[in-house]
């Protein structure tokens, strides 16, 4: 089954016209060169961000990040990403004891073309589980994306949770969190139709 990643499939959906079809090709190029980890700007945020949790650290630690951070603009973006994420965590949780699990991961997949879903937190806050995505850019995150990756996290990822876990997606930078508590049926068919249409794309790779 040919996979593409969530934040491909979210980038290509919000598109229409003449930017969808560049918006693929530009995906098709990057997977024929496959993933590399000096191309992938928040990669070591990302990794500390959960480094935190797993050891439940205070977000405080992830300044420290910033003494092994060299390159000239991970040192500009860094920091202000960095106080966001602490922003959100001091006014969602407060001084409240957060416990990490492992976040699952699944694929959805239909008509033959697959969304690898992938959260990067579990984070588990006075019996209510909360497993979520870190959106990171710069630009506020779309109505649309916040839909699609909240309905794939719920299609994908419910059938692994024992209780009523709360999916959700958070724009780092924004330090807004866009919960979802139930699937939604309208923005599954849209899920759907989209992955008809770009299937063919991808399928003759």
């Given amino acids: 089954m040919h996979n ?9 959906a919000e598109r229409s016209g003449q930017k969808k079809i560049t918006c693929i090709a530009k995906v098709k190029s990057q997977r024929r ?27 405080s630690d992830l300044n420290f990040l910033m003494s092994d951070v060299h390159d000239g603009k991970k040192r500009a973006n860094y920091p202000q990403t960095i ?12 001084n409240k004891k957060l416990n990490w699990f492992n976040p699952p991961k699944s694929e959805y997949e239909h008509n033959g073309l697959g969304v690898s879903v992938n959260p990067e937190l579990g984070l588990e806050c006075e019996g209510r589980r909360y497993i979520i995505k870190l959106y990171l850019r710069k630009e506020p ?44 049926p309208k923005v599954h068919a849209k899920i759907d139709a989209e992955l008809e249409s770009i299937a063919p794309f991808f399928l003759t790779e």
């Fill in 141 to 184: 995150i779309s109505r649309l994306k916040t839909e699609f990756i909240n309905e794939l996290m719920e299609s994908a990822l419910s059938p692994q949770c024992k209780n009523k876990e709360v999916f959700g997606v958070l724009d780092v930078k924004h330090a807004k969190f866009f919960p979802c508590d139930h699937s939604d």
């Fill in 4 to 12: 593409l990643t969530l934040t491909d499939f979210t980038d290509i």
């Fill in 83 to 94: 106080a966001a994420y602490q922003a959100f965590c001091a006014s969602r949780w407060g």
């Fill in 33 to 59: 060169r496959g993933y590399s980890p000096a191309s992938d700007f928040y990669k070591r945020l990302r990794e500390r961000i959960v480094k935190t949790h797993r050891e439940d650290r205070p977000a």
